[in-house]
């Protein structure tokens, strides 16, 4: 589904250092990390090994979509369920790699990755792009990420913390370090 990259992520935190200073780094209105007396390294959709072409991401609130996805995976109405309860789900599928667990797996994807939230339940604004799992691999999945991080940093004001996938500005400083370098 070219989401490949997401796999190679372990299940880890990243140290709180690292994150501020990345925060510190990164320069929303022109979306690129200034690395001090080192340079700039933009934060486009060539930085992110995510599709980076075709359909625009609908991160929105659809209700028929949301119930129409609450269930078919039995979760009852249009109240979002928890993350918790997604995880169990897909680990009860067993390893069932039809569209049912890809849908599934790209919701907890977009909700605690490539938008993450503060919040317990998952954000069904990421299930219109979901909803026909076919055409994940066409739609620009990079630029949504720009533009979410984009926006929690026009937002940020005096907070400490961002909620948008910091994870992708350190993969674009990473990307570029390798890019450019013979000695790792």
Request: glycine share 6%; proline share 5%.
């Amino acid at each position: 589904m070219d989401l490949g990259g997401l796999l190679n992520i372990g299940a880890c935190t990243m140290p709180v250092d690292l994150s501020q200073w990345v925060m510190k780094c990164y320069n929303h209105v022109k979306s690129e990390l200034v690395i001090p007396n080192r340079g700039k390294i933009p934060v486009d959709v060539e930085s992110g090994g995510l599709p980076n072409s075709g359909l625009k991401v609908c991160y929105e609130m659809k209700m028929y979509i949301i119930k129409t996805i609450n269930e078919e995976y039995c979760f009852p109405g249009t109240n979002a369920p928890e993350k918790t309860a997604w995880c169990k789900m897909i680990k009860h599928m067993n390893g069932v790699a039809d569209d049912r667990f890809l849908r599934a797996w790209a919701i907890v994807a977009f909700d605690c990755f490539l938008a993450p939230t503060t919040g317990l339940k998952v954000s069904p604004r990421c299930y219109p792009t979901v909803n026909d799992i076919k055409l994940l691999p066409r739609t620009n999945i990079c630029q949504f990420v720009v533009d979410q991080i984009r926006v929690a940093f026009s937002a940020l004001g005096n907070k400490k913390s961002v909620c948008c996938c910091v994870f992708h500005l350190v993969v674009s400083v990473i990307f570029c370090y390798d890019e450019h370098n013979t000695e790792k």
